[in-house]
């Protein structure tokens, strides 16, 4: 989920405010021979009046790709468990290149159970999300035979409080909906119902894999621990060195200057580190993974800055488990 960042030009709030099947009404229905095509770079933006939109980003050109780290889902009695030494997969977001963003960008494609927010722009004035009460996002994947897929979802894209499907479900409606590329127009005449969901899917774990948050840290010694604290700045270091720029990283719990040992400073950072964000351009269209690294937009971290500061907590007991699929 996601709450800050809001933005929108004219033309966005004529696209969000529609809920046709397409976010381009103009398309062509034809096939997109992207492999024919030069591959574009979706920053700065592309206009879909001059080039494929399907072939490459001209919506959401500014990829994110996100990641938690909780120490507990809520749900171990349902053996929803965290993968033991990984990060867990949150998504994967189009941004505009300037940073700001938009979301639930075609209410025909709306799987998401619990809304968040609960109107196309967050307003009391935007467009009401209905909640999905349909079969679960899951479910979409065995018409494809996609249990491996599947598979690797339940064991690393998972959810806090929340059953993994309805997170899944958020995911894509709040945000897979806003890529031009994944607009249903861009399979072609032969498209098959939930294709782009798949597709989704799989473009995110492809993301999600290149960045090893865990085995990152762990290689410059940052590993979960509940009595050894660590520095901002190694943690941002080590992440920007492996990424190739600096990611957007998160935290949550008290401010520094609540605690002990900053009690009445100026440094008002929080200190539980909980989610990093790494930003890419994409060529051509983002399902193909060729991306260039670019630093977060923005702010680069909520974090405390001072040393020591950072509590990178290990999972509670009984709520992670070995996974028997590779990262």
């Not at 004529?14 to 103009?26: C, E, I, K, M, R």
């Not at 229905?29 to 933006?45: D, F, R, V």
């Not at 597709?199 to 894999?209: A, H, L, M, Q």
């Not at 960045?211 to 410059?220: C, E, R, S």
Request: with cysteine; net charge negative.
């Amino acid at each position: 989920m996601r709450f800050s960042k809001l933005g929108y030009s004219g033309a966005t709030l004529l696209l969000v405010g529609a809920t046709s099947a397409q976010l381009y009404p103009d398309q062509s229905p034809l096939n997109h021979t992207c492999i024919l095509q030069k591959p574009l770079l979706s920053c700065p933006p592309q206009s879909p009046l001059e080039v494929d939109s399907c072939c490459v980003e001209t919506f959401g050109g500014l990829l994110l790709s996100t990641q938690f780290w909780d120490t507990y889902t809520g749900r171990e009695d349902e053996g929803q468990l965290l993968p033991e030494k990984a990060w867990t997969l949150h998504g994967l977001w189009p941004d505009f290149c300037n940073g700001s963003y938009t979301q639930y960008c075609d209410l025909t494609r709306q799987y998401d159970p619990i809304p968040s927010p609960n109107t196309t722009n967050g307003l009391p004035n935007g467009t009401f999300v209905t909640p999905y009460t349909g079969p679960n996002i899951g479910t979409f994947l065995e018409p494809f035979g996609r249990y491996d897929l599947l598979a690797y979802m339940n064991t690393y894209w998972i959810a806090q409080n929340q059953d993994n499907a309805g997170f899944w479900g958020h995911e894509f409606s709040k945000h897979a909906t806003c890529y031009s590329t994944f607009n249903t127009q861009c399979y072609g005449p032969q498209y098959q119902e939930h294709e782009e969901v798949v597709d989704f899917f799989e473009t995110t774990i492809k993301y999600y894999k290149k960045v090893p948050t865990y085995k990152w840290l762990k290689k410059a010694g940052i590993k979960p621990s509940n009595s050894t604290q660590y520095t901002f700045v190694d943690i941002q270091d080590t992440l920007a060195r492996h990424h190739g720029a600096v990611p957007y990283i998160g935290c949550s719990g008290p401010r520094y200057n609540t605690t002990e040992a900053g009690m009445n400073g100026t440094d008002t950072g929080f200190t539980r580190l909980t989610e990093v964000w790494y930003y890419d351009y994409a060529y051509g269209r983002p399902q193909e993974g060729d991306t260039i690294p670019v630093n977060a937009t923005g702010s680069q971290t909520n974090c405390a800055k001072a040393e020591g500061a950072i509590w990178y907590y290990e999972r509670t007991e009984g709520s992670e488990s070995k996974p028997t699929i590779p990262y």
